[in-house]
């Protein structure tokens, strides 16, 4: 497959980090982009799921049968097709019965945090280890911070941004941004500024994507 030319592809992914299929679709799209050779840059942008979640979360099995109707079976299933799915990319979901579901306005803030320090990429990929292989504690501040400091931040400064919501406002315009341009549910993936795929695509798909992009910069 050709690789797209010298001038960078410009990929802004909206997501959560509670969102399964928002990491199963960056690995997938991370996969595809390695095979092509694409030169690109990442941008990730906030969404919550759940901004009305209350602060303690919420039972996931439970929050899935409000939100979604669906059954306990329908919920093992799911849970089954996303375990072969991150296996396919390389990530392992550890889902559990008590496992919670969490409002992640916090955790955004420490992405925008970390984001002024070339960190939110890092801080993200963590993020979705410690919510869906590991069962920590997303909202918990400090456990947001153990986090953080476990790829070399600053645990201090990391509490202190939680604490005084420093960034809340900045959080919020982002979010307000993408809902507005039309994102109602992640992930949502916008190529160059204008070509949207929503979705864990597949690996094959996610390589079509990108040779079409590449077709059309030719």
Known sequence: MAALDAKKLHIDIVSDVVCPWCVVAYRQLAQALQASGTDYEV???PFELNPDMPAEGQNLREHIA????ASQAQSEENRRHLVQAGNDVGFEFNFADDMRMHNTFNVHQLLHWADQQGRMHDLKQAL??????HRRNLSDNQVLADV???IGLDRSEALGVLADQRFADEVRAAEHTWVSRGIRSVPAIIFNHRHLVSGAQGVENFSRILQQLATAED
């Not at 979705?128 to 292989?133: G, N, Y």
């Open 43 to 45: 941008h990730w942008h």
């Open 66 to 69: 409000e939100k979604y109707g």
């Open 128 to 133: 979705f280890v410690a919510h869906f292989t």
């Open 148 to 150: 953080a400091a476990e």
